[in-house]
Every structure is written in C-alpha cells, then in structure tokens.
C-alpha cells in the first residue's frame, strides 16, 4: 500500500527554480527603484490600496501577519536612518527598498498561492490512490481483503472514498463473512458489522460464537441451525458453538446450567438436528442420547432416482401426496383419487340427477367433491357403462385457486370430445343445431383442426368437419360468458349431446365471499335458471362456503333453493381414515408400518390437529415430507420431527 505524499523542497524547487528566481529578482529590483523614485507620487494610491487590502472580505490572519512585519521593518528602517548609517546592510536596504513590507506582502502571497495549488496537487494524488486502492480490494481475495480492511479504514477516514468503501463492503458481504468465519478474529467481525450498519443473523451469530456470548448462543442458535443447515462451512461452525456452549454450561461459566439450555434448545422442530450437532463433538448423558433414535424410515426416493434438479412438487406426486390434491392443479391427471378419497356420507345421492347445493367451511374439500364427481363420471362415460357427463364450471373468471378454464372454454372442450366420438351425428345435424356450438368453438379455441385432431379425429372426417366449422369462421373470441347466454348455447345443443343424458354442471363458488352480497346473487341466479336447465337435461352441483350468519338449511331457504341441501363436514374418525387411505395408496409403506412405535398414534394426531380441515390434513402431511426433504442425505423422520408439525 503506497503512503510516499510529494516532498514540498521537491516541488517549491520545480516550481521555483533558479532561473525563475533571477527573473523574478530582476523584475522587482527595477520596480523597487521606480517606486524609489516615484515613490511621494503614488503615496495615495498606495494608501487606497491597502485600504482595499483591510476589506473584510480578506483572511485577518493575513493581516495579523501584515502587522508583526510591519513591527519588525519599521524600527530597523527608523534605526537606519537615526544612526545615518547608509554604508550597514540595514540602511543599505531601507534605502533601495525603502517599504520592505511590500516586498514581504507579495513574497506571502507568492509562498500562499504555492501553498495552494501544493494542496489541490496532494488532492489529486489522494483521490488517485484512494480509487487504486478500492480497484484493489475489489480483486483482493476475501480472505487477504478481510484481513487488510482495517488498514483500509485507517487510509480513507471520509469523503467519496469512505463511501464507496462501504458500497464495496455491502456488495462483498457473504463472501467478507465466510472468510471472517474462517479466521476467527473477532475485531475484524465488529469492523464488518460497523461498516454494514446492520444485525443479519450471520453477523449475530460470528459475534456470539467469537465473542463467546454464551446467552446470545442459547436464544438464538436453533434459529441459527435451522437457517444455516444446508451450508457445510456454517453448520460446522454451529457444531463447534454448542459444542462450546454445553460445554461452558456443564463447567457453570455461561451463567446457566446444561438442563436451563436443554428446556431452551431442544423444542421441535430442530431438537433432532441440535442433538445430532451435539452429539458430533460432546458425549451426551444417556438420557439425551436415546432421544437420537429410535429412527423410522418413511417412504422416500432413495439418491439413484432423485434427478439432478430435484423437484419437490414432482417427488410428492410420485409419492401420491400432492401439495394440495383438493385443488385442481393435478386433478385432471391423477388417476388415483378415487382409490384413495373417503367420501362424505350424501355421496350416493350426490351422484344422482338432481340439483344439489353443498354448504361447508373453508377447507372441507367442497372443490375437491366436484373434481372426485367430475373424475368419477368421466371415467364411467369412457366405459360407455353410464352416459354421464360433467361439465366444471368457474363461477367467476378463473383465480390462481380456480379451475383452469373458463365456462365456454369447458364447454367448448368438451363437446369437441363428443364431436370426435360421434362425428356423423354433427355433420348431419341441421345448421341451427350446430351454428351454436360451431360460434361457441370459435370464440373459444385458437386452433380447432388441432384439438379435433387430439381427440383422435384424422383423415377425410377431421377435412369434413372443419369444413363446417370454418364455413361460419372466423369468430370473435371471448373470455366471460354470462349464464343466461350459456342456456342459450345450450338448448340447441340437446340433439347432439342427448347420448350423455343427465349433463352435470359443477360450479364452486370459492371465489366469492361468504358474506357478499355476489353470493347470494349468484345463488339467485341458479334457482331462477334451474327449472330451464332441468327441461334440457342438466343438472347443477352447486358447491360454495357456509355464510356465517345463517344456518345452511336457513340459507338455502333465503335464496329459494328448493332442491338438495348438504353440509359437507368431517369427524376425526374418517379423518383418520384419509390418513389410512392415503398411506395405503402410496404403495411405498403399509399402514400397519406406519402404527408400529414410535408413530403409532401418529394418524389420529394429524386427524386432531386437522380440525376437521381434509385441506388442512393433506398440507400436515405435505409438511412432513418437506421436513423429511431438508436432509435428504438421511430420509429419515423421528417422532420430534412429527410432534413440531402437529402440536
């Protein structure tokens, strides 16, 4: 680090060199001569020039200075000319420069201005040395640059520099503090925490494992682990700091004792994880180490067919847990549901042609009755053993929860698929039956020859028929179709589709609010709408949340709903089974596996903290596995682990 400042001799000599000096010299003794001379003429203007020189716009400094030479000049010019001593040095000097204040006045302000642009020179230098040192700490290793931080702050103490100094710090923090964790100087973790002007978690925890703050390290270091578990540098560190902390604990120098720090460590979730940290670097009483094990093994990828970008959503898939299989998300390609749903006690007449409104709390499974009934009935018409269609229906446009396709483009959908399975029936259908449905294709589907075609319709059929359709083309696209249009398509469309009698239209009200006056509207709408859909074979699944200020019966008779009324509600007892079922299904562990110690007991748990949510079942079991994938190299879960996600 280069500190050499230019030497002032150095540079009064290059700017003042002889050859200046001569001239400068030349040219006051001629103009000390002519002032000699002329010296009574311009008294006054002298006088007025020194007046001008006493503005308070000058330094008094300057002035100061002024006064003393004037005390020094005046008696020695006084003494000369008293003693008549013109032949001495003094009154040889008073005689040619008869005012040497003058010359002594320009002599400062020459040494002055110097002085100045000396200043402005040794400026320039700083700030050139000040870029070339930050340019240097940018491609300093972190480790070398850590160490040397210090000195930086010591070189450039404010101004720009301190500024982009700290920017540097700020940009380079992650890496500043590795390299800070690996040489362990505590100074130098006060000096990072300084110039960030922050408390991060990483900070907190070099200064209580490098301060030896055993209290903060008590409070704070399951957090820590939790947050620094997957980084291999940092969980050594937290290894090595409870091992120092019990330790200081059992010797009575962390001003606590070791079972004040297992009631404040060893709570769920990360109880496991500290006595495994523990137990790397401490033998633990007896007592503790049998909260290492027992261990159950649950069913898990093992590392040959974990992918190398692995995909949580995809593992729980393969696992037959979904993150939320009550919503739509895969429910149109999971053909399990119906092997593993345990269904509420009205399901028999649920499936029945009849108008039905299901009432239930958030999180009862109300979207997931309509999928299990639309999934149950698709599989029955594929077989032909029941000509049954639904038809999933949003009751608003769709929202990040919602189905994920709008009323006409459902419909759309799925009358294409009819179309392709009985394609003479369209092409001999008269125009008013099928100018309807041609427009409702138009307006929904970009490419229909591509969706006929997917539906298995090829060759001289697939020419034909879209030649009727994009005999009517092209139509205007829509993204909300109202209700009443809706029964307007659909009453031409009863010859076509009169094979798939009764047609269910499954419609889930989550998007609108319990309490909101579009609720009961919406509701209005159907019951004024049902009797018109019933004269043309279809038939409303009406699914929506419990209004809090009515019972369901009273609720239903509020909006005149005259048809079936069903609350949608669960015991712990077929919770329970769900936990059954789905375990089962898996195909990865049996449900009598799953009983055996330590998690027998586990099922009815869940069911219990549940609440009687099935949402709130699954998601419980969601997060069991994702606690199980936070150390994927041991796929190994504890009744800790389970009792932190169900308590």
């Excluded at 009631?263 to 940290?277: I, Y």
Aim: proline residues 7%; charged residues 25%.
């Amino acid at each position: 680090m280069e500190k050499q400042k230019p030497s002032f001799k150095a540079y009064l000599w290059e700017k003042l060199n002889p050859e200046n000096l001569l001239l400068f010299g030349g040219i006051y003794f001629i103009l000390a001569l002519g002032y000699h001379f002329i010296r009574p003429q311009i008294s006054p203007f002298c006088q007025q020039f020194l007046n001008l020189l006493g503005q308070p716009r000058c330094s008094p400094y300057f002035f100061l200075k002024l006064g003393l030479l004037y005390c020094i000049n005046v008696p020695l010019y006084c003494f000369g000319v008293f003693c008549s001593i013109k032949e001495s040095m003094i009154g040889l000097l008073s005689y040619i420069f008869p005012d040497i204040s003058i010359m002594v006045t320009f002599a400062i302000f020459v040494i002055g201005l110097g002085l100045k642009k000396y200043e402005e020179e040794v400026k320039k230098y700083e700030e050139k040395r000040i870029a070339k040192m930050l340019n240097e700490l940018m491609f300093l290793p972190p480790k070398e640059a850590v160490k040397r931080l210090r000195d930086y702050y010591s070189e450039i103490k404010e101004g720009e520099g301190l500024n982009k100094l700290s920017d540097i710090v700020r940009e380079k923090k992650e890496d500043f503090l590795e390299a800070a964790l690996e040489i362990g100087d505590k100074k130098i973790v006060d000096l990072l925490s300084e110039s960030l002007g922050e408390q991060s978690s990483r900070l907190k925890f070099l200064r209580g494992y490098l301060g030896e703050d055993w209290k903060e390290l008590r409070t704070n270091l399951p957090n820590w682990l939790e947050e620094f578990w997957k980084e291999e540098k940092w969980r050594k560190a937290i290894y090595e700091a409870a091992a120092k902390c019990y330790e200081a604990a059992v010797k009575s120098d962390a001003g606590f004792t070791a079972e004040d720090l297992w009631k404040e460590w060893f709570k769920p979730p990360s109880s496991r994880k500290l006595l495994q940290v523990l137990s790397e670097g401490v033998k633990l009483p007896e007592d503790k180490q049998r909260l290492l094990g027992p261990r159950v093994e649950i069913p898990w990828p093992r590392e040959k067919e974990r992918p190398e970008n692995p995909n949580i959503l995809i593992w729980c898939k393969a696992m037959g847990i979904d993150f939320n299989p009550f919503g739509p998300e895969y429910a149109e390609e999971d053909h399990l549901l119906s092997k593993y749903y345990v269904f509420p006690d009205f399901w028999d007449r649920f499936l029945q042609p009849y108008p039905t409104l299901v009432l239930g709390p958030e999180g009862s499974g109300k979207s997931a009755l309509g999928l299990y009934l639309a999934h149950h009935l698709r599989e029955s018409y594929k077989s032909f053993q029941d000509k049954t269609l639904a038809i999933l229906m949003p009751a608003t446009e769709p929202a990040p929860e919602a189905l994920p396709f709008s009323i006409a483009e459902t419909l759309a959908l799925r009358t294409i698929e009819l179309v392709a399975r009985n394609p003479f029936a369209f092409l001999e259908a008269p125009m008013s039956q099928k100018g309807p449905l041609i427009r409702l294709w138009l307006s929904s589907i970009p490419n229909i020859r591509a969706e006929l075609a997917a539906n298995g319709l090829d060759g001289r059929l697939l020419y034909l028929v879209a030649e009727e359709v994009e005999r009517l083309g092209p139509g205007i696209r829509l993204s909300y179709f109202p209700l009443s249009m809706l029964i307007e398509l659909l009453s031409p469309l009863i010859p076509l589709l009169g094979e798939f009698k009764p047609i269910y239209l499954v419609t889930d009200l989550k998007a609108l609010l319990p309490e909101s006056y579009d609720l009961t509207l919406w509701l209005e709408q159907w019951v004024f709408l049902t009797p018109s859909l019933l004269r043309a074979g279809f038939y409303p699944k009406i699914l929506c949340v419990s209004p809090y200020s009515f019972a369901p019966q009273e609720f239903a008779r509020t909006v005149g709903w005259e048809w079936d009324v069903f609350v949608l509600d669960w015991d712990e007892a077929k919770l329970v089974k769900m936990v059954e079922e789905r375990i089962r299904a898996t195909g990865r562990a049996s449900f009598d596996e799953f009983c055996k110690p330590p998690l027998r007991g586990v099922a009815e748990k869940m069911a219990k903290a549940a609440k009687g949510s099935p949402r709130k079942l699954i998601r419980l079991g969601n997060e069991i596995l994702l606690r199980a994938a936070e150390h994927l190299d041991d796929p190994l879960i504890t009744t800790e682990d389970l009792k932190g996600i169900l308590l």
